[in-house]
């Protein structure tokens, strides 16, 4: 028992560590992007230009202004802290695919002439992961977790539908599906039966 508690507060420091990393590096981000005339912007993803695929990672990192980079931070540190919790390696792998279809999704589907940056697409990602992943991987606490999360964060549904222009829905939208893919692609094998055969 003290064991498996230390080995609980072990990874729960270090993703706590790890997202109060993560979001102290959005803000140092956004301060050297205001002291340099908003020169990380052009960082952003231009849909359909294909020297723009570079941007889809580092889009993610960057945001529009203070006011952005705040709106987002809090989710994704609970949110990230919370997915990290079982393994850095596995959400470190969550996030990618999360990253990649989100920012591939905007890079096809948003409007011409648009930049699109910020977390929140990763937000909704991870948002999506946890909602699915206890059922995918068919871990009772884990499906316990998802539905805590639906229901504190669940009104984030309302981002994946097209009721502002200054907001990236398409990034929402495939942010949340990314989630979902990160859940289905990198599920958990079952866990055995004491004293049986495995059986899936």
């Given amino acids: 028992m003290t064991t498996a508690r230390t080995g609980a507060a072990a990874r729960a420091t270090t993703a706590g560590a790890v997202m109060l990393i993560w979001v102290a590096l959005l803000w140092l981000l956004e301060a050297v992007d205001t002291m340099t005339g908003h020169a990380l912007d052009t960082h952003g993803v231009s849909p359909r230009e294909p020297a723009e695929l570079l941007d889809v990672v580092p889009a993610a990192f960057l945001h ?3 006011e ?23 959400f470190a792998a969550v996030v990618l695919v999360v990253i990649l279809t989100s920012g591939l999704g905007v890079w096809l589907t948003a409007p011409d002439h648009t930049v699109t940056l910020g977390a929140s697409g990763v937000v909704f990602g991870l948002f999506g992961y946890l909602l699915v992943r206890g059922f995918v991987d068919r871990r009772p606490l884990d499906a316990v977790v998802g539905l805590v999360v ?6 984030l549904l309302w981002g994946v539908l097209p009721t502002d222009s200054g907001i990236s829905w398409q990034g929402h939208l495939f942010g949340l599906l990314g989630g979902v893919l990160a859940a289905f692609v990198l599920r958990r094998p079952p866990r055995p039966r004491p004293g049986g055969h495995l059986t899936v």
């Fill in 68 to 90: 952005h980079v705040a709106s987002n931070s809090v989710p994704l540190l609970v949110l990230g802290f919370i997915a990290a919790l079982a393994s850095v390696r596995r």
């Fill in 64 to 66: 529009a202004d203070w």
């Fill in 150 to 155: 639906a229901a504190v964060y669940g009104s």
